[in-house]
């Protein structure tokens, strides 16, 4: 009888503890007159998915999910199949509610002030809008503007080529939206929303908050003006799952940030993907590239993403960062962990190049060249059910520009002269052959893991005229100053991963001649393009 009493009196003293833990609830609606608010008559959605940025649950039939609740959380709603989700006048998707019941305590970096107390209900509207299984979507690497100027850059050699686009479900930029400016985020929505489709955003290490003391608290601002830096959306029968993988501080110290996943980030992932259909595809949007080797990436949180995908075949991964383009395959050897298949990253090219450096074009804006010879630019994700294919489309140039061709302009017969082909998407999947004229056979070039010749010869413009001895270009005259030089210098030289090289023939007669390049990319299309050099006679 003792225990008996005792069993109850805990029982007792439990049970208002259980009735006390807080829980976020709310309905997922059809939002049948757009005014963003649920009335009278407008239906709950079923089966739809909603996090916390932990657990994720779906709606009852009535529309209804309830969801633990904790301090500095978001709700949000993962966009479904056939529904959009509204936006702001500058076309961010708005689907989530931040509830920060006492702030953060460094709002001096403009975080997210107190929201009070949870909502008695937590809606979302939806709208309906019917989607094919193929699609296409723009992919920004590192717009990263430091000054309004080069805001300015973004909206005139990009976007103003992007306005009006068609057949393109969303946009989404991976990551240093801008370059540690934080003020910069209105003026480059404002620029971005002149496309005219929803536009996603990923938090990069030049978007976070400098000051802040713990991780939690980086993405302060981030989260005020674009939401959640962990979230998910789908279109079609593909997943998209956004991962804020900068870690910051980091374990490195001081003011340096590292390559990672949290453990509420993971169990994110897992818990999205007990709802996704093995035939489905599932596309990873994160800023910093998951790498073979290297220090940048924590490896172990690289392998244990790939093990929550042991069961989802068709996957891809996105990155930027670099400021380079490239391609990595994972497989067994590399952590992937499907013996039958292998996992793509796809390190994409950046908008800004080389941080908007170089030689000011006549356009007024630097041609800033990336450091393995990639032309600034953006990619089209194109994707079909579970597949897919990426374009590359440089900035300002046609779409079939592809690569880029050097030699050097005049050859000697029996010098021995270098063809080289940067085939700016290409990948080790990648082929590349040549020939000298129409009746000439073809022959295949070699990938080369090398520095790009021709961004090698615009780097050194750079370095001779620091060299040069700028007084002599003005006879001696020291009224007159020398007018700032046009751009800013050109970073430092990187190998390119997308480069193929082959010497000339040797012995050619004196003339002109035409090398024609035929590139057979990873997805099995063919570009083609073709360059002249001259034979001297000495």
Same mark, same amino acid.
């Given at each position: 009888?003792?225990?008996?009493?005792?069993?109850?009196?805990?029982?007792? =003293?439990?049970?208002?503890?259980?009735?006390?833990?807080?829980?976020?609830t709310?309905?997922? =609606?059809?939002?049948?007159?757009?005014d963003?608010?649920?009335?009278d008559?407008?239906?709950?959605?079923?089966?739809?998915?909603?996090?916390?940025g932990v657990?994720?649950?779906?709606?009852?039939?009535?529309g209804r999910?309830?969801?633990?609740?904790? !301090?500095?959380?978001?709700?949000?709603?993962?966009?479904?199949?056939?529904?959009?989700?509204? &936006?702001t006048?500058?076309?961010?998707?708005?689907?989530?509610y931040? *509830?920060?019941?006492?702030?953060?305590?460094?709002?001096?970096?403009?975080?997210?002030?107190?929201?009070?107390?949870?909502?008695a209900?937590?809606?979302?509207?939806?709208?309906?809008?019917?989607?094919?299984?193929?699609?296409?979507?723009?992919?920004?690497?590192d717009?990263?503007?430091? &000054?309004?100027?080069?805001?300015?850059?973004?909206?005139?050699?990009?976007?103003?080529?992007?306005?009006?686009?068609?057949n393109?479900?969303?946009?989404?930029?991976? /990551? #240093?939206?801008?370059?540690?400016d934080?003020?910069?985020?209105?003026?480059?929505?404002?620029?971005i929303?002149?496309?005219?489709?929803?536009?996603?955003?990923?938090?990069g290490? *030049?978007?976070m908050?400098?000051?802040?003391?713990?991780?939690?608290?980086?993405?302060?601002?981030?989260?005020r003006?674009?939401?959640?830096?962990?979230?998910?959306?789908?279109?079609?029968?593909?997943h998209?799952?956004?991962l804020?993988?900068?870690?910051?501080?980091s374990?490195?110290?001081?003011?340096r940030?590292?390559?990672?996943?949290r453990?509420?980030q993971?169990?994110?992932?897992?818990?999205?993907?007990?709802?996704?259909?093995? #035939?489905?595809?599932? +596309?990873f949007?994160?800023?910093?590239?998951?790498?073979?080797?290297?220090?940048?990436?924590?490896?172990?949180?690289?392998?244990?993403?790939?093990?929550?995908?042991?069961?989802h075949?068709?996957?891809?991964?996105?990155?930027?960062?670099? *400021?380079?383009?490239?391609?990595?395959?994972?497989d067994?050897s590399?952590?992937?962990?499907?013996? !039958? &298949?292998?996992?793509?990253?796809?390190?994409?090219?950046?908008?800004?190049?080389?941080?908007?450096?170089?030689?000011?074009?006549?356009?007024?804006?630097? *041609?800033?060249m990336?450091?393995?010879? &990639?032309?600034?630019?953006?990619? =089209?994700?194109?994707?079909?059910?579970?597949?897919?294919?990426?374009?590359?489309?440089?900035?300002?140039?046609?779409?079939a520009?592809q690569?880029?061709?050097?030699?050097?302009?005049?050859?000697a017969?029996?010098?021995?002269?270098?063809?080289s082909v940067n085939?700016?998407?290409g990948?080790?999947?990648?082929?590349?052959?040549?020939?000298?004229?129409?009746?000439?056979?073809?022959?295949?070039l070699?990938?080369?893991?090398?520095?790009?010749?021709?961004y090698?010869?615009?780097?050194?413009?750079?370095?001779d005229?620091?060299?040069?001895?700028?007084?002599?270009?003005?006879? /001696?005259?020291?009224?007159?100053?020398?007018?700032? =030089?046009?751009?800013?210098?050109?970073?430092?030289?990187?190998?390119?991963?997308?480069?193929?090289?082959?010497?000339?023939?040797?012995?050619l007669a004196?003339?002109?001649?035409? +090398?024609?390049?035929?590139a057979?990319?990873?997805?099995?299309?063919?570009?083609?393009?073709?360059?002249?050099?001259?034979?001297?006679?000495?």
């Amino acid at each position: 009888m003792r225990h008996l009493l005792i069993f109850l009196a805990l029982l007792v =003293f439990a049970y208002p503890v259980a009735l006390a833990q807080p829980s976020a609830t709310g309905v997922v =609606f059809h939002d049948m007159d757009g005014d963003g608010i649920r009335d009278d008559g407008e239906p709950g959605i079923a089966e739809v998915a909603v996090s916390n940025g932990v657990e994720v649950v779906r709606t009852a039939s009535d529309g209804r999910y309830t969801l633990p609740a904790s !301090d500095d959380m978001i709700v949000f709603v993962i966009k479904p199949r056939h529904w959009q989700q509204p &936006t702001t006048a500058l076309n961010l998707p708005q689907f989530y509610y931040i *509830h920060k019941p006492n702030g953060s305590p460094e709002l001096d970096f403009a975080g997210v002030a107190p929201t009070g107390p949870l909502p008695a209900s937590i809606d979302f509207p939806l709208y309906p809008h019917p989607e094919a299984d193929a699609f296409r979507a723009i992919v920004f690497g590192d717009p990263q503007p430091y &000054t309004i100027e080069q805001v300015d850059y973004l909206a005139n050699d990009i976007i103003k080529e992007l306005i009006g686009v068609e057949n393109v479900a969303f946009g989404i930029t991976m /990551g #240093d939206i801008v370059g540690d400016d934080l003020d910069l985020y209105q003026p480059i929505n404002e620029a971005i929303s002149a496309i005219g489709v929803p536009w996603y955003n990923v938090y990069g290490n *030049h978007d976070m908050n400098f000051d802040a003391t713990a991780d939690t608290l980086a993405d302060e601002t981030f989260e005020r003006v674009y939401g959640p830096p962990t979230y998910a959306f789908q279109v079609g029968r593909a997943h998209f799952i956004v991962l804020d993988d900068v870690i910051y501080p980091s374990s490195l110290g001081g003011r340096r940030y590292m390559g990672g996943f949290r453990d509420d980030q993971l169990a994110f992932v897992e818990n999205y993907l007990a709802h996704v259909p093995h #035939d489905h595809l599932v +596309v990873f949007n994160m800023h910093i590239p998951i790498e073979y080797d290297g220090p940048t990436f924590r490896h172990a949180d690289r392998d244990r993403l790939f093990a929550l995908l042991a069961d989802h075949p068709h996957t891809l991964s996105i990155s930027a960062h670099t *400021h380079m383009q490239r391609h990595l395959y994972f497989d067994a050897s590399t952590g992937w962990a499907q013996a !039958d &298949t292998e996992h793509h990253h796809y390190n994409v090219g950046t908008t800004s190049g080389s941080w908007w450096s170089g030689i000011k074009a006549e356009t007024d804006i630097p *041609h800033t060249m990336m450091r393995d010879g &990639t032309p600034n630019g953006y990619a =089209f994700l194109n994707i079909d059910g579970a597949d897919y294919t990426i374009d590359y489309k440089v900035a300002g140039r046609p779409a079939a520009y592809q690569m880029h061709i050097h030699t050097p302009r005049a050859v000697a017969p029996a010098d021995t002269a270098l063809l080289s082909v940067n085939v700016f998407n290409g990948d080790d999947r990648t082929a590349v052959r040549y020939r000298l004229g129409a009746d000439q056979p073809w022959m295949p070039l070699t990938k080369t893991e090398a520095v790009d010749p021709y961004y090698d010869l615009l780097a050194r413009r750079w370095e001779d005229f620091e060299a040069a001895d700028v007084t002599a270009l003005w006879d /001696g005259d020291a009224e007159r100053q020398l007018p700032e =030089f046009p751009g800013t210098r050109l970073p430092r030289r990187m190998p390119s991963t997308h480069l193929w090289q082959t010497a000339l023939p040797r012995g050619l007669a004196p003339g002109t001649y035409v +090398v024609e390049i035929e590139a057979t990319d990873g997805f099995g299309r063919i570009h083609r393009d073709a360059h002249t050099f001259r034979v001297t006679a000495e």
